[in-house]
């Protein structure tokens, strides 16, 4: 068996990426065990680093410890989806009126130019690119509400959508359907109305999650 070559940063960490990229692409399933002695022998490390890889997993979701069972992949249900839902819902929302007040206008010009690019792969044949532009937009608006702690519970929150290989982009109209979502969130802020932006981006989350059911 070959033994993975790690980088110099702190080995927990490059162990905790790696699982992480295993996980998001399905290598290790939803609900598959963990084999730590398996892993220490293939990364050619002892098994302290991978635990403390395990629990930075386990803190952001996408693991499970059992008690004397060992470690899991999380299976994600549907109402760990709704509450995923709610919660980035609250999140995003909560940002969405801290942009309304605050934001300069160049930081919204720079939204309105996402939501253009969103537009223009809307009919792409490249589907990964609308989904990256619409990972962006969101990401760039929590950036200019300017709450670290909110935008690392959503990167959290986020990872479990991906666990879970949900996308409510996948169903049809809802794209479109997303698009002018977005156009009322930007409309909300233009006007410099919280509340209102607060409302539209709750209003988007909660039509993702009926889409993705």
Do not use: N
């Given at each position: 068996?070959?033994?993975?070559?790690?980088?110099?940063?702190?080995?927990?960490?490059?162990?905790?990426?790696?699982?992480?990229?295993?996980?998001?692409?399905r290598e290790l399933a939803p609900g598959s065990w963990i084999d730590e002695l398996k892993l220490a022998e293939e990364y050619g490390i002892s098994r302290t680093p991978?635990?403390?890889?395990?629990?930075?997993?386990?803190?952001?979701?996408?693991?499970?410890?059992?008690?004397?069972?060992?470690?899991?992949?999380?299976?994600?249900?549907?109402?760990?989806?709704?509450?995923?839902?709610?919660?980035?819902?609250?999140?995003?929302?909560?940002?969405?009126a801290a942009v309304a007040r605050d934001a300069t206008p160049e930081q919204l010009d720079e939204l309105e130019a996402l939501h253009a690019q969103l537009e223009a792969a809307k009919g792409s044949p490249n589907s990964d690119r609308f989904y990256d532009l619409n990972v962006q937009f969101h990401a760039r608006l929590l950036g200019m509400a300017n709450n670290r702690w909110r935008e690392q519970m959503v990167n959290d929150l986020r990872k479990l959508m991906r666990l879970a290989r949900i996308s409510s982009l996948h169903k049809a109209g809802r794209v479109d359907e997303s698009l002018q979502e977005h156009a009322d969130v930007l409309a909300a802020l233009r006007r410099r109305d919280p509340e209102a932006a607060m409302a539209c981006m709750r209003k988007h989350f909660q039509s993702g999650f009926t889409a993705a059911l």
């Open positions: 068996m070959s033994v993975v070559s790690l980088t110099p940063r702190a080995l927990y960490e490059e162990v905790a990426e790696l699982l992480r990229q295993r996980i998001f692409s991978l635990r403390e890889a395990l629990k930075v997993l386990a803190a952001e979701g996408l693991v499970t410890m059992k008690v004397r069972r060992g470690a899991y992949v999380t299976e994600v249900s549907e109402t760990d989806l709704r509450d995923v839902y709610h919660l980035l819902g609250l999140l995003e929302g909560d940002a969405a």
